[in-house]
């Protein structure tokens, strides 16, 4: 356990409906990122937070996609009007900045992993 | 961003020391390597960072060589836990754009 949880663990949804997932990091990380992560890929960076403030998206994120950090503690990631290609497993990680560089030590959650009939 | 370039797969038996070698020869003077490690159904796990030269900790090690193009991760007698996808990363923190996984390379330890 890293800390770091994600809610739910599964959905299965059908096609075209709305689904929200749910991301609570370390409490005192005031970084936190998404990533999507199909079979045998490793884990594609969609978006993160710094307290609050989005302040990178990927291009992978469409517009259906939407991420949230009210008040800079849990986050959301919906997805709107789902399609087949967003089953995924989707994974929420949190961070401290390095004062010494060089990329952030995340902390992954277990994911959730969405199937979309 | 520096591009990695890391072998599919590797096959290892219990007990043996593994080396996993990732190739970034574009990589920029402030990017420091990190090396993740991740198992079926759960998220990657942060396993060592470093700049230059060797860095270990009670999992790996590290080894850099001068020019930085390439490193190496090394584990020390490993176990059946150890089968996992082992990934690269390259960059300095300034831009997530960086957080590239890639497909890693997938470990297989034999009994």
């Known amino acids: 356990d890293t800390g770091v949880s994600q809610d739910p663990r599964h959905k299965i949804t059908k096609r075209g409906q709305n689904v929200t997932f749910r991301c609570d990091p370390i409490s005192e990380h005031n970084r936190l990122y998404w990533y999507r992560q199909t079979l045998g890929q490793g884990p594609e960076f969609l978006t993160y937070?710094?307290?609050?403030?989005?302040?990178?998206k990927s291009r992978l994120l469409s517009d259906r996609f939407s991420a949230e950090r009210p008040k800079g503690s849990f986050s959301t990631l919906e997805i709107q009007r789902t399609e087949q290609g967003d089953s995924a497993m989707y994974l929420c990680?949190?961070?401290?900045?390095?004062?010494?560089?060089?990329?952030?030590?995340?902390?992954f959650g277990p994911g959730t992993r969405l199937t979309v009939t | 961003l520096a591009k990695t370039t890391q072998p599919i797969s590797m096959d290892s038996y219990e007990g043996q020391e593994v080396n996993i070698t990732c190739s970034h020869n574009?990589?920029?003077?402030?990017?420091?390597i990190t090396w993740y490690q991740q198992f079926p159904s759960q998220g990657p796990r942060f396993i060592i960072q470093g700049y230059k030269t060797k860095v270990t900790n009670e999992v790996a090690s590290l080894f850099i060589p001068a020019d930085r193009k390439s490193s190496t991760l090394s584990l020390p007698r490993v176990s059946l836990s150890d089968t996992a996808v082992y990934y690269c990363?390259?960059?300095?923190?300034?831009?997530?754009?960086?957080?590239?996984f890639g497909s890693g390379t997938q470990l297989t330890v034999l009994p």
């Open positions: 574009n990589i920029a003077t402030n990017d420091y």
């Open positions: 990680a949190s961070s401290l900045a390095r004062r010494t560089g060089g990329l952030y030590e995340q902390y």
């Open positions: 937070f710094q307290n609050e403030a989005q302040l990178e």
């Open positions: 990363l390259v960059g300095d923190g300034g831009s997530a754009r960086q957080l590239t």
